[in-house]
């Protein structure tokens, strides 16, 4: 999470600190999961660059080439 750590990361809605999940992602009727830091209390999510461009852009590719 480039150097990033979840307990760094503070909501932008609620204030309050993010913490790890387990999180659920839906792309073209497929679901996927990976834990990314999230808001304890609104769901919120931060999506790190990495994250963006490798996982997610690899499953997009995968489903898009199906």
């Known amino acids: 999470m480039s150097g990033v750590k979840s307990e760094d990361l503070i909501c ?10 387990k999180t659920t992602f839906s792309y073209m ?23 963006v461009k490798g996982r997610i852009a690899q499953v997009e590719t995968e489903l898009e080439d199906k």
């Open 29 to 51: 009727k497929h679901t996927f999961t990976a834990d990314v830091p999230r808001c304890p209390k609104c769901g919120q999510v931060y999506l790190s660059p990495e994250l």
């Open 12 to 21: 932008g809605i609620c204030g309050v600190r993010l913490e790890e999940a």
